[in-house]
Antibody, heavy 121, light 111 residues
Framework: QVQLVQSGAEVKKPGASVKVSCKAS?????????MHWVRQAPGQRLEWMGW????????KYSQKFQGRVTITRDTSANTAYMELSSLTSEDTAVFYC?????????????WGQGTLVTVSS | QTVVTQEPSLTVSPGGTVTLTCASS?????????PNWFQQKAGQPPRALIY???NKHSWTPARFSGSLIGGKAALTLSGVQPEDEAEYYC???????????FGGGTKLTVL
């Protein structure tokens, strides 16, 4: 079965960067799939951050996070990564990876368990 | 800035029917927005319910259905169960930028 397993919780200081990983299993990582990253601050809505096509490596980012977020993937490790820089207290949140079946119907079917990032001095 | 709007909260009695909607600030929502719906319970990651407007996952209970109503995406729960109490989010696709936007979520109370 499809599984997305994310790296563990992180505590970072303001201004630092964080890199969260999402290891996929149970499917062919590079076949017509996307991996999205979503932020959820405490008690807040879900926010779409960006996407990578895990086959081609093509990326798109939300304008809100453009310039601060970088999404990459390692096809040999079936793992996607999200790096967020210049952290502030507003980035204290749970970050999720989400698989998308891009063809034919843009199906966001499986979520990782989430990674809590705490930004504190 | 594109905004996707959902009802902030709804209350339904057990066994009842409720419809949650998802509107776009850009105009009517169509199937080209590929609406997805998710359920999130406290302390858990979201769980996918509906994709591409009407399609259910293998794990989606039969009482959940997706549609388009009055220019909005809609999620209808028929025969609501106590375990359906949760936050529900929609997600819409925009062909240009951003391209994906979540709604603000609807807190569904079963009372």
């Amino acid at each position: 079965q499809v599984q997305l397993v994310q790296s563990g919780a992180e505590v970072k200081k303001p201004g630092a960067s964080v890199k969260v990983s999402c290891k996929a299993s149970g499917y062919t990582f590079t076949n017509n799939y996307g991996m999205h990253w979503v932020r959820q601050a405490p008690g807040q809505r879900l926010e779409w951050m960006g996407w990578i096509n895990t086959g081609s490596g093509k990326t798109k980012y939300s304008q809100k996070f453009q310039g601060r977020v970088t999404i990459t993937r390692d096809t040999s490790a079936n793992t996607a990564y999200m790096e967020l820089s210049s952290l502030t207290s507003e980035d204290t949140a749970v970050f999720y990876c989400v698989r998308e079946i891009e063809v034919p119907s843009k199906d966001f079917d499986n979520w990782g368990q989430g990674t809590l990032v705490t930004v504190s001095s | 800035q594109t905004v996707v709007t959902q009802e902030p909260s709804l209350t339904v009695s057990p066994g009842g029917t409720v419809t949650l909607t998802c509107a776009s600030s850009t105009g009517a929502v169509t199937s080209g927005y590929y609406p997805n719906w998710f359920q999130q319970k406290a302390g858990q990651p979201p769980r996918a319910l509906i994709y591409d407007t009407t399609n259910k996952h293998s794990w989606t209970p039969a009482r959940f259905s997706g549609s388009l109503i009055g220019g909005k995406a809609a999620l209808t729960l028929s025969g609501v169960q106590p375990e359906d109490e949760a936050e529900y989010y929609c997600l819409l696709y925009y062909a240009g930028a951003p391209p994906w936007v979540f709604g603000g979520g609807t807190k569904l109370t079963v009372l």
